[in-house]
């Protein structure tokens, strides 16, 4: 069992920054790729990020166009998605995710192949 709490959300001015964290505690975080999803209001859950065991990254192509990065600090349990260049179409609860893997190579971008999710962090862009 592995628990995840999200940090970082908050309210912000559109093309602002924010810096997502999602610290892991029960097992061992290097065994896990992880991944960060959002939902919107009245909007069904999308994916946003996605990072390897070994530091492999996925990001959805729709909307991140550069403006986010997901990156891991294996050593503090913890998974991060910086997030630039904001904009009110942003807005949702960032929920993150793990599963745990033996390939170290594996981007999981698909939401029902995790089993393990925090209780989310709102984002608020406001415009």
């Known amino acids: 069992q592995v628990q995840l709490v999200e940090s970082g959300g908050g309210l912000v001015q559109a093309g602002g920054s924010l810096r997502l964290s999602c610290i892991t505690s029960?097992?061992?975080?290097?065994?896990?790729?992880m991944g960060w999803f959002r939902q919107a209001p009245g909007k069904e859950r999308e994916f946003v990020a996605a990072?390897?065991?070994?530091?492999?990254?996925?990001y959805n192509t729709d909307f991140v166009k550069g403006r986010f990065t997901i990156s891991r600090d294996n050593a503090k349990n913890t998974v991060y998605l910086q997030m630039n260049s904001l904009k009110p179409e942003d807005t949702a609860v960032y929920y993150c995710?793990?599963?745990?893997?033996?390939?170290?190579?594996?981007?999981?971008?698909?939401?029902?192949?995790?089993?393990?999710w925090g209780q989310g962090t709102q984002v608020t862009v406001s415009s």
């Open positions: 995710a793990a599963e745990e893997t033996r390939f170290s190579w594996r981007v999981i971008t698909t939401g029902s192949e995790y089993d393990y």
């Open positions: 029960g097992r061992t975080f290097s065994n896990y790729a």
């Open positions: 990072i390897s065991r070994s530091g492999y990254t996925a």
